[in-house]
């Protein structure tokens, strides 16, 4: 049955640099990358190709020693230009060389009726050598699924409600046979429901309100409501030694289109946001791509952060970065590397926070839209003991309690304080509101490891 959540906790942040709903002509980036940090959980990957090789997208070009039957691949076709390292011979980077026009490795197609005589099991070991996998991620831990469990549902948020985060309706049109197909092969999946979350308050975007054989249920509230991490906690909530599985829309667009046309077509449109961008528009690429020539041109100042993801949990790239295998967004901000005397106490039209007496005027107006830097107004201190934490944390835990305990390493009140609901996304607000300045996120995965490791 259908569920409507309200969630009252959290906080929106409005900035400028929303995408237009228009596609950028800009030429197409020669350089793409796989990097197996990307993915997390995965600790120790065996290459597959080496420098000067040859490949398509969708040749294996390597697999994790954990979960071997899990392929990673090429996004692109072309040559392997470099295996980039780092200490103790760490694998960074794969990075290729695309050709002009791309080769597909091809697998056997179907139609739209094959489909239903597909078994579970055809699927999954389909989709494992695919390199499409890895889009599927299990929770607790936020990790690669494991292909030999069977989660109690599986989870789909059809809207984000980071900043500036993509426009599903624009980035997903025409693809409701793909999506559609993507649902009624994951349904094979699970004994349990495919739930569809979308956003109450938006208009429903053609490619969901179709879907079929799901549960789609409405969600409600400021951000963090669009993370799959809460809806799980308001929806179906998990008990230890349950697994849920979770996937974004562009990933079961990817199943869909693999089994349509036979080919892994990694090919998205990546929303280009920020103050910092002249024309903040979408831009057609493939997963990896090199953002060098997809920003040239189009930046106010020299002086950013470009961010592959959206300012709370994405990654500094820099301006020759590589976009990530998760994200879907190019962000591009000020640099904030400046010392701002009383900064932190003095009222201004100019910041956002959730602390009146810090960003009153931002009360006064809500949806007025902000110019934020990456400067952290504060200095990293002891736990001060405000709230806040918990007022933009919609779940029943007590985050600041469990962030001591990770860091006490102690095992059992991690457990009982709620590490096995949560990744680091869940909690990225917290680190935003945070007057501690805290790497919260980077703790949360530390506790996760420790889980994972005990």
């Not at 979770?246 to 667009?253: E, F, N």
């Not at 493939?286 to 952060?305: M, P, T, W, Y």
């Not at 932190?344 to 005027?361: D, E, F, H, N, V």
Request: charged share 25%; aromatic share 8%.
């Amino acid at each position: 049955m259908s569920k409507f959540i309200t969630i009252k906790k959290g906080f929106d942040i409005r900035l400028v640099g929303k995408a237009e709903n228009t596609l950028s002509q800009s030429a197409q980036p020669e350089l793409f990358a796989v990097k197996p940090t990307d993915f997390p959980g995965l600790n120790r990957p065996k290459l597959l190709v080496n420098q000067g090789d040859t490949v398509k997208a969708g040749t294996p070009l390597f697999y994790d020693k954990a979960l071997e039957q899990v392929m990673y691949v090429a996004p692109v076709s072309g040559e392997v230009v470099e295996v980039e390292r780092g200490e103790k011979r760490k694998i960074l980077a794969i990075k290729i060389l695309a050709d002009k026009e791309v080769v597909f490795e091809t697998q056997p197609n179907h139609s739209v009726s094959d489909l239903k005589n597909l078994s579970g099991d055809e699927v999954r070991a389909q989709l494992v050598k695919s390199g499409i996998w890895p889009m599927i991620l299990q929770r607790p831990y936020g990790i690669v699924a494991n292909p030999e469990d069977r989660p109690k549902s599986i989870f789909i948020s059809a809207f984000d409600s980071h900043p500036l985060s993509p426009d599903y309706a624009f980035a997903l049109k025409g693809e409701e046979q793909n999506f559609q197909a993507g649902l009624s092969l994951l349904k094979k999946l699970t004994d349990g429901h495919v739930h569809l979350n979308i956003d109450a308050n938006a208009e429903v975007a053609q490619v969901f309100a179709q879907a079929k054989e799901v549960q789609i249920n409405k969600i409600k509230g400021p951000h963090p409501a669009g993370n799959v991490g809460v809806q799980i906690h308001h929806i179906d909530p998990i008990n230890k030694g349950e697994i849920v599985w979770t996937i974004d829309p562009y990933g079961v667009v990817q199943i869909g289109k693999y089994f349509l046309s036979g080919k892994y077509d990694c090919s998205q449109l990546v929303a280009i946001t920020g103050s910092e961008v002249n024309k903040p528009q979408y831009y057609k690429t493939f997963s990896g791509a090199c953002i060098d020539k997809v920003i040239k041109d189009n930046l106010k100042q020299e002086h950013v952060r470009c961010i592959s993801g959206n300012i709370l949990t994405g990654e500094n790239i820099g301006a020759k970065g590589f976009l990530g295998f998760y994200h879907h967004s190019i962000t591009v901000i000020p640099e904030g590397d400046y010392h701002e005397f009383l900064g932190w106490i003095k009222p201004s039209t100019k910041k956002l926070s959730i602390q009146r007496a810090i960003g009153l005027l931002s009360f006064l107006n809500p949806k007025k839209e902000y110019k934020l830097d990456t400067n952290l107004h504060g200095e990293h201190r002891a736990f001060v003991q405000t709230g806040l934490l918990e007022k933009v944390t919609p779940m029943d835990i007590l985050p600041t309690f469990l962030l001591k305990a990770i860091l006490a390493e102690n095992y059992d009140e991690m457990e009982a304080l709620g590490i096995f609901e949560v990744i680091e996304e869940d909690m990225a607000l917290c680190e935003f509101v945070d007057v501690s300045k805290h790497p919260i996120q980077s703790i949360i995965r530390d506790g996760i490891n420790l889980m994972i490791e005990s």
